[in-house]
T-cell receptor, first 114, second 112 residues
């Protein structure tokens, strides 16, 4: 039982390049989330998926797209990376709907855009 | 707009001391509150989840309390150890929404 896994762990991109961050959970959770963590800004929600087949915008969705590929996997895509997207990205999952459960986080992807 | 504040931003204590970390929030209509631990360069580890109807939760040497009316939660760590050194984050959820609102964390150092 690996919990929440993320790939890659580190990535350096040039401005304008694209990439997809992968996230998978093996806990049979319904809800999944993407956050970014920046010094002085804390953790902010980018997108979430309340259940398989649905996605919704969070606090800072601009410049990102997501895909809930199946119940296990939730990917985050940067179509044209910008230096402002340099951050640490965390994926999280939660068992049920309604927001009553704990969120479990992955180890993060450290992204630098030059 | 809900705001979550954690004071102090950093705390250094000698090993063995009992300590309290504070979390305050401006809107008392929360659904639940979750405490996390984050080690340097790592993800967040969930420590305790308190539902709005609960007053406290305990796990080992950790005890978290919730006072909705005053907009406060505290995380009590008993008999602190160097391995407790980490950043502790609290996060609140409003009215069964999916969004967690995080505080900026308290960076704890427990000195041997």
């Amino acid at each position: 039982n690996a919990g929440v896994t993320q790939t890659p762990k580190f990535q350096v991109l040039k401005t304008g390049q694209s990439m997809t961050l992968q996230c998978a959970q093996d806990m049979n959770h319904n809800s999944m989330y993407w956050y970014r963590q920046d010094p002085g800004m804390g953790l902010r929600l980018i997108y979430y998926s309340a259940s398989e087949g649905t996605t919704d915008k969070g606090e800072v969705p601009n410049g990102y797209n997501v895909s809930r590929l199946n119940k296990r996997e939730f990917s985050l895509r940067l179509e044209s990376a910008a230096p402002s997207q340099t951050s640490v990205y965390f994926c999280a999952s939660e068992r049920g709907g309604g927001g009553s459960d704990e969120q479990y986080f992955g180890p993060g992807t450290r992204l630098t855009v030059t | 707009k809900q705001e979550v504040t954690q004071i102090p931003a950093a705390l250094s204590v000698p090993e063995g001391e009992n300590l309290v970390l504070n979390c305050s929030f401006t809107d008392s209509a929360i659904y639940n509150l979750q405490w996390f631990r984050q080690d340097p360069g790592k993800g967040l580890t969930s420590l305790l989840l308190i539902q709005s109807s609960q007053r406290e939760q305990t796990s080992g040497r950790l005890n978290a309390s919730l006072d909705k009316s005053s907009g406060r939660s505290t995380l009590y760590i008993a008999a602190s150890q160097p391995g407790d050194s980490a950043t502790y984050l609290c996060a609140v959820r409003m009215d069964s929404s999916y969004k967690l609102i995080f505080g900026s964390g308290t960076r704890l150092l427990v000195r041997p």
